[in-house]
């Protein structure tokens, strides 16, 4: 189907008002934190791990290393320790404790607003970079991870193959005003109805106008 301006603002609506009436999921509830230190370290240790360990792994590492300063001086080892059994843990490890000391050396000791600075971190790319400037700073972005490339489109919204895409694509179609939020309620979206696999189409209150573009099964 064609997603019409007026039919944008609907679907913004009712993500919204989902959103709203909905049990936060874990990660959200630490994003919704809004410090820019503590969703950069939190998004680093989210990719390719579940929401539920990044939040844990996330609250185990702030109790001993709340900022960069502290953070920078764990032993990698000891970073590992604390953010396992998430994804790659070593190599986060690692990452982490190299963007505590390049935040002191040349930011200060604070996150920089600034989307090239957050690229320029060590294992710091364009989702998290995007996700610190939109929730930490207030300044518009369009974080794009899994959940919102999927279900956008899946919805028809958008016709792309990678995040970057899929980015460029809703900056072209959403409002500039839903460019901070938009990630907020579709990850919230895809992990309570939109799933992966076997979507909740039955209580989707989105299936009336959904074309479910490349859904093979659903509930």
């Not at 290393?65 to 790659?88: K, M, N, V």
Request: include cysteine.
């Amino acid at each position: 189907m064609s997603w019409s301006p007026e039919a944008i603002g609907w679907l913004l609506q009712e993500l919204a008002r989902f959103h709203a009436g909905a049990k936060p999921t874990t990660l959200a509830t630490l994003e919704r934190e809004r410090d820019p230190f503590r969703l950069l370290v939190a998004c680093v240790i989210s990719l390719r791990t579940k929401d539920a360990v990044t939040a844990q792994a996330a609250a185990r590492l702030f109790s001993h290393a709340p900022d960069p300063q502290t953070l920078s001086a764990l032993p990698e080892s000891r970073i590992a320790q604390l953010i396992y059994p998430a994804g790659f843990y070593r190599t986060k490890a690692r990452s982490l404790r190299r963007i505590a000391q390049e935040l002191l050396a040349r930011h200060g000791g604070r996150v920089p607003a600034d989307r090239e600075a957050l690229l320029a971190l060590p294992g710091v790319g364009r989702k998290t970079a995007n996700l610190v400037l939109g929730l930490g700073f207030g300044i518009p972005a369009i974080c794009v991870d899994t959940h919102v490339h999927r279900i956008v489109n899946r919805l028809g919204l958008v016709a792309t193959r990678t995040p970057e895409g899929t980015e460029a694509a809703l900056e072209a179609l959403l409002p500039r005003e839903a460019w901070i939020p938009i990630n907020d309620w579709l990850v919230t979206f895809g992990q309570l109805v939109c799933t992966p696999t076997s979507p909740r189409c039955s209580r989707c209150p989105l299936a009336s106008r959904c074309p479910r573009v490349g859904v093979v099964r659903h509930r």
